[in-house]
């Protein structure tokens, strides 16, 4: 089982070398690291692995999109997301792996993450995105909107649940860290701002219309009009690029 590893970088300089090492050192070697560098290069000067494969986007674009371009650019069927400024125990991959396997999954989420530095506490709910899915199965209902840039974790999650089976660990392998000046922390865009409530607020009304529409091919209809065509355009020239990229790895 080959694993596209999608990490999108920017604004984290001081960690992202230490999660692309918790990539590349899993227990479950078969996986390929795409690390996109959303406006900037990520520093990874000292790390040498033939698994891993930077691109670099001219722009920043925020990390769905960064997302989005992976899953659409990668030549193998699974992937699993990865954050640039988290950290993973090494048998993260090797335990999402197993239950796919084991329960013939073609989606597995993260029930429970530790939170912080140093196992200080653990989070549970109903799944975190930091699993490993079929390319197939995510693309079935569009996956992720590459036009938005904060919120959309909870609401792939949903959309999952919404459209099929999906398998959960409950094993903490995955730890998210808490840092100033992230999505999650800043004025902006933090969990209580004006504009994460309106994007929580779109957020809900995709749900309730996929719900509405049941069938994957008009939910995939419907996700993909939400998309302007300046961005649908833009990814689908940079998957392109990529695709061309990870093919010259595969060989």
């Known amino acids: 089982m080959t694993i596209t590893v999608a990490m999108p970088y920017w604004g984290c300089p001081d960690l992202v070398e230490r999660a692309v090492r918790c ?28 698994r891993l ?12 999109f960064g997302l989005q371009l992976v899953l659409q650019a990668s030549p193998h069927q699974w992937y699993g997301p990865h954050a640039a400024d988290d950290t ?19 989606a597995v989420i993260a029930d429970a993450v530790w939170w912080g530095e140093g196992h200080s506490r653990v989070r549970r709910s109903s799944g975190y995105e930091v699993g490993v899915y079929t390319r197939d199965r995510l693309l079935a209902f569009g996956a992720y909107n590459p ?5 959309q974790d909870t609401l792939l999650i949903r959309l999952l649940k919404l459209t099929g089976r999906v398998a959960a660990e409950g094993t903490p392998t995955y730890h998210r ?22 994007v929580k607020r779109r957020n809900r009304e995709v749900y309730y219309r996929a719900k ?15 998309i302007p065509s300046e961005i649908r355009d833009e990814l689908a020239e940079h998957a392109l690029r990529l695709a061309g990229e990870l093919g010259k790895e595969a060989t």
Request: net charge positive; glycine share 4%; proline share 6%.
């Open 88 to 106: 993973s125990d090494p048998e993260h991959y090797e335990t999402l792996a197993r239950v796919a396997t084991a329960q013939r999954s073609e």
């Open 212 to 226: 509405r529409l049941r069938r994957l091919e008009a939910i995939r209809a419907y996700r993909e009009r939400l």
């Open 177 to 198: 860290i808490k840092r100033p000046y992230s999505l999650t922390t800043t004025l902006e865009t933090g969990l209580r701002s004006p504009y994460r409530m309106a």
């Open 23 to 50: 990539v590349l050192d899993q227990t479950h070697r078969d996986l390929c690291l795409v690390v996109i560098g959303d406006g900037e290069d990520p520093p990874l000067r000292n790390v040498r692995d033939s």
């Open 53 to 64: 494969v930077v691109y670099r986007l001219p722009e920043n674009r925020g990390a769905y």
């Open 147 to 151: 036009a938005e840039r904060i919120a």
